[in-house]
Each structure stands twice: as structure tokens, then as C-alpha cells.
């Protein structure tokens, strides 16, 4: 892969978060904050947050197998992908809202803007939600995406991926991430996967796991979820914030100054 | 189907795991998300009800990227409290399931294909900050996009605001950039209008905050 500019720009804590400037991502480069960004406290705005109340979820949503309404069932490998959502303490994040969306089983999107010649599956949607239970735990039911071609370099594939998105307890918990499938040969050429650092990628990468595996059908994939806590702190309640001034700024994932100096490396 | 097994059958019920090794990291929401997000129950760029109290305002703006090129695939998310600077919380009595509240106070919507985002809401309350002192009315606002590997967070103050001028997290912002974060005042067809840019990278850039 040729040299990759990697910008000194991060949120939250740089030895897991990915940088905003990427270059080998190329979409990076004209939408990456170029000045710093800028170290406040947090306050009640961002110690809240919306919850679940956002859409009435139901069951059905959480099997992409069948929500297609077709009556019908996607095509491919079935997968439960299940795991438990918790904070940095390890403590459940119950009644949260995770709302995901993947390819089909040959890499295809439902999405206008995907037009690659591969096939669309009739009965398959490719998006789901569900809330963690009072565990913090999340189960799906969906089908193995596949790899796609993109058009950030000759040849480009992403990786077998679903996305995530988490609102969690509050406005700094908010998470978009994506999950990856293990002893992928395309993680090792994706500059998006590559972008965070090494030391956390693994994080990103379900495990397979027998005992979520169910006999004549389906796999069973396991991957937690650990997002920032609406706390500063371990112990205090998770109420909601009545006030909260500079003393929440210890918070973990929130250090240091940003620079604007990139540098270049091998990637 | 077999019955889906319990989580007590393979020993994980209940409890906490061991310490987690750290965050999850970020990854990019990228250009797809249209059709798993914004569906006809979580978009919501309107965020009142008619019986939702307070001075009704339309934001609208772009996104626009460091070539001052439109960003057609940006998402926007905001979070405020109501009119009397009161932030909805899953645990208020009035959020129950069959119970929607009058104002959440969260919105969430795309760009379209000229970078354009708009929200209906009402301008928020001050909401407090430490002891007595309060915050001038905010919006807080989460950006991603297919090029955004973390989202950007800021906020949406209002220019004709006089209490910006002791808000703790503006003074924070060095003084050439706080005029990013002012949605400017407008009206159209008799409602208040705030227009307010995005801009992600070079010439006016939005400031972003490190939370």
C-alpha cells in the first residue's frame, strides 16, 4: 500500500480512536477537521442523552433473515450475531438502542448509490435494530455479508463488515462503528479497518463461538460492544446530570490536546 | 428453528464480565447508512408535536467539505432540551412506552444532494452548567459521513443570544472561531429561521470539540 498520511487530529483517546485524516482512505482528506479540535467540559448536554425513545422497536426487527416483508427469506449463511453492551467498567448498558445495516450475501447494499453488478436479494434489506436487555445484551439473526468493491483504489474491497450504530446513556456515548468477521485476508488492505490503531483493532473483530451456534441453523458470532460510560466516574448513579462542570474532564477517552502536524508513514 | 438458547446456557446471565480491555473503537458510518437509520420513524428532522411549548425555529444549513464542495451524505444528529432548559430523560415518568413526550429533543436527518440539512424545533432553555451558573441556549450536534472515521461533535449557539457572551464552553473557543458555532438569525414566511454552516476542513472551519 503506498504512503499514508495519518493526521494527529483524534476524539477521544488516540491509542483506540482512528484519526480523522487518513489519507489512504481518500475521502478523508477534504472532510477531516485540518484545526484543533477544541477541549471543553462536560456538561449536562453532553452527560444526557435521547435513550431508546427514539423508534418503537419490535422483534421482528432484530432477524434480517425475514424483515424484508416479503414473506420470503434471505439468501446465504445465517449468523446469530449477539454480545453485550457495557461501558468501560464493564458495566451493562441495558434498554440501549443498537440499529445496524450490512450487504447482502454477495456484497451488494439496498442503498441508490451501490450499483456494482452484484445481485440484489429480493428478501433481504440488509438493516435491523434491537434493545439490549436489561444484561445489556443484543442477539440478531441475519445472513454472512459479503466483501465489496469500492472505488477508493485499484482493486479495493472491503472486508465482510455490518455497521453499528449505539445512542447509549448519553451524548458522549454515541457510537458508529463496524463489525468485522476474523482471519479476514481484505482486513490487512482496508485503510478504513487500518485506520484504527493496531492495538485496538481486535476489538473490532467478532468471535466465533460454539455455544451461540445453533444445531441445523445458524453460526454463532459473539461481539461486545464497550462504549464511553455517561460518567466521568465509577460509582456514581447513572442519573440524570443536574449539573456537571470541569471536574468530569478526567473522563476516560476524552485526554489531550489535539495537534495539526501529520506524519508520514508506511501503510 | 430450534428455541433460541437462554444466556444462562452458556454462562453468561446476568453480572458483569471481566473489566473490558478498553473502548470500541469508531469506524467510519460511510455511504449507506441512508436506508438503516433514516427510516420513516428515526428521521426526524421535526422534532415538536403541536403541543410542544416554545418559540418555534427552523435550522437549516450545509456541509460542506474543504473544497466548499456540498456533502450529499452527511448525517446530523442534535440533542437539546426544551423551552425551559430541561433535557427529556429515558427515566422521566413521561417517557414510557404508549407515552410519547411532547418534546425529546433529539433529531436526526440527512443531507440532501446540495449539502442542505434542516431541523423544525423550538430554541432551547439556558440549561445549568455548575452551581448557579447556567449555559446560553445550545443545540448539540453529532456529524458523520463516509470519510468521517469518528463522528465530529459541536454545538449550535444563536448569534442573537446576549447570554453566549458568558457561556463556560464558548469562552473556551478561541474568539476568531466562536462566529462557526452561531447559527444566524433569519426569518421565512413569518418563522424564525437560523441558518448555520458546517464546514468540515479549511477556510471558516467549524470548530469541533474533543468529547
Known sequence: MSTTTIGAIVRGDREVFPPYLYSAYRSTVKRAPSQPLVDVPLTITELTGPGAVISAVMTEDADLTRNAGTGGEAIGQRVIVTGRVMDEHGRPVPHTLLEIWQANAAGRYIHRNDQWPGPLDPNFLGIGRCLTDANGDYRFLTIRPGAYPWKNHPNAWRPAHIHFSLLGPSWVSRLVTQMYFPDDPLHARDPIFAAVPEAARSRLIAAYDHDVTEAEWALGWRWDIVLHGPRATPFEAPTAATTDGQGARSAPGAPGVDGTTGSEVGG | ?211
Not at chain 2, 69 to 79: F, G, H, K, S, T
Not at chain 2, 104 to 113: E, H, M, Q, S
Not at chain 2, 134 to 143: F, R, S
Not at chain 2, 202 to 208: A, N, Q, R, S
Request: charged share 20%.
Open chain 2, 1 to 211: 428453528m430450534t428455541e433460541p438458547k437462554t444466556e444462562a446456557a452458556h454462562g453468561h446471565a446476568g453480572g458483569a464480565r471481566a473489566r473490558p480491555d478498553g473502548l470500541t473503537p469508531s469506524q467510519t458510518v460511510g455511504p449507506f447508512f441512508l436506508d438503516g437509520l433514516l427510516r420513516p420513524d428515526t428521521r426526524r428532522n421535526v422534532l415538536v408535536v403541536p403541543e410542544t411549548s416554545g418559540v418555534r425555529i427552523r435550522i437549516e444549513g450545509r456541509v460542506l467539505d474543504g473544497d466548499g464542495a456540498p456533502v450529499p451524505d452527511a448525517l446530523i444528529e442534535v440533542w437539546q432540551a426544551d423551552a425551559d432548559g430541561h433535557y427529556c430523560q429515558p427515566d422521566d415518568a413521561s417517557v414510557i412506552p404508549g407515552n410519547v413526550p411532547v418534546f425529546i429533543g433529539f433529531g436526526r436527518a440527512g443531507t440532501d444532494n446540495a449539502g442542505t440539512f434542516w431541523f423544525e424545533t423550538i430554541k432551547p432553555g439556558a440549561v445549568p452548567y455548575d452551581g448557579d451558573s447556567t449555559q446560553a441556549p445550545h443545540i448539540g450536534v453529532i456529524v458523520g459521513a463516509r470519510g468521517l472515521l469518528n463522528h465530529l461533535v459541536t454545538r449550535l449557539y444563536f448569534a442573537d443570544e446576549p447570554a453566549n457572551e458568558r457561556d463556560p464552553v464558548l469562552a473556551r473557543v478561541p474568539a476568531e472561531r466562536r462566529g462557526t458555532l452561531l447559527g444566524r438569525p433569519g426569518a421565512a414566511e413569518g418563522q424564525a429561521v437560523y441558518r448555520w454552516d458546517i464546514i468540515l476542513h479549511g477556510v471558516g472551519e467549524t470548530v469541533f470539540f474533543n468529547v
